[in-house]
């Protein structure tokens, strides 16, 4: 079964017809636990600097456990490479003065862009995990760490976005005025967690509009190649899988070259649909794989220049 086709795009469409330009591109990041994991995305960070993205983040792990590891990476980044790095922060298990801190050594550092979010609890978001519980000293949500950065520096501050609801919101409405209170309080875009259907984006940007909220909302973009571990993501998020979306990928769990290629195309095709409808922009979240995310930029008219291709 093929996914349904949205308002205003006709099925024959070509993919990478993107008027002539490209669209914009971000790449998110995970920290690396060991020295072989960080020469491994060291080697991705080299392959995608030359595709010239707006910016690329690196992440917490829940609980803020990554910390040390994401201040390493975001830091090596603005360094060692051309790209404009942006560090994710979270309100988990630290002071406020602490974090005031760590956006002060950012600032320092020449990191002008943070990616401000409340944060998991340790466990996640999931059955059994520990619950959220704000740090009695700390910022309580993202709202709070938003303001408060604003005080530090002027960086540039992005915040999630969640077009099919935050798992522990009540309510669509109320899940969107929390957006608001972030966006009130001085961010300057959100980016969604993943999704796969575009008319769940569509819906929801045209909800933000309509609730006043006029800034930028990027589409987050998860290319699949790992089916059970995106049900685990989805589960994890409030994500849901459309029906369709099983079948691409059903036998091929001992044929990674054929996922691989499926991944590419679904997630070009979920791009294109959503330029369709006005969308210019994308942030990627790449699981610390370059071939996919080179192959679909590819795809969308995001190119290295020449002179880097023959050089990589």
């Known amino acids: 079964m093929n996914p349904p086709t949205p308002r205003g795009l006709l099925a024959a469409d070509p993919v990478g017809d993107f008027d002539g330009r490209p669209p914009r591109v971000s790449f998110e990041f995970f920290p690396p636990k060991t020295p072989e994991m960080e020469a491994r995305l060291w080697d991705v960070i080299k392959r995608v600097e030359p595709l010239g993205p707006r910016f690329v983040s690196v992440t917490y792990g829940a609980g ?11 830091r090596r980044i603005r360094q060692e490479t051309a790209l404009e790095p942006a560090a994710h922060l979270t309100c988990v298990a630290a002071t406020r003065d602490e974090i005031d801190r760590v956006a002060r050594d950012y600032w320092d550092a020449g990191i002008r862009h943070i990616v401000a979010l409340r944060g998991d609890p340790p466990g996640g978001l999931i059955p059994g995990g ?24 002027d960086f540039e501050i992005s915040v999630a976005a969640y077009p099919e609801t935050h798992p522990e919101a009540n309510s669509p409405g109320d899940d969107l005025d929390n957006l608001r209170r ?80 499926v991944a590419a195309s679904l997630a070009a095709e979920q791009c294109r649909r959503l ?21 679909i930029c590819h795809l969308l008219g995001v190119r290295a220049p020449r002179k880097a291709q023959a050089a990589a």
């Open 64 to 74: 803020g456990s990554t910390r040390e590891r994401t201040h390493h990476t975001v």
């Open 182 to 261: 972030k966006l009130d309080a001085g961010a300057n875009r959100a980016i969604t967690q993943f999704f796969f259907d575009a008319e769940l984006f569509l819906d929801f940007r045209d909800r933000a509009a309509a609730a006043g909220i006029g800034v930028p909302i990027v589409p987050g973009i998860l290319p699949v190649t790992n089916f059970a571990q995106l049900r685990r993501m989805a589960d994890a998020c409030g994500a849901s899988i459309p029906p369709w979306m099983a079948a691409h990928f059903d036998g091929l769990d001992d044929d990674p070259d054929t996922r691989r290629l």
């Open 130 to 153: 520990q619950g959220y519980n704000p740090h009695p000293d700390g910022y309580a949500f993202a709202a709070d760490l938003v303001f408060g950065l604003r005080r530090v520096a």
């Open 275 to 295: 330029h369709a409808n006005g969308v210019h922009e994308f942030h990627f979240y790449t699981l610390n794989r370059a071939d996919l995310i080179v192959a």
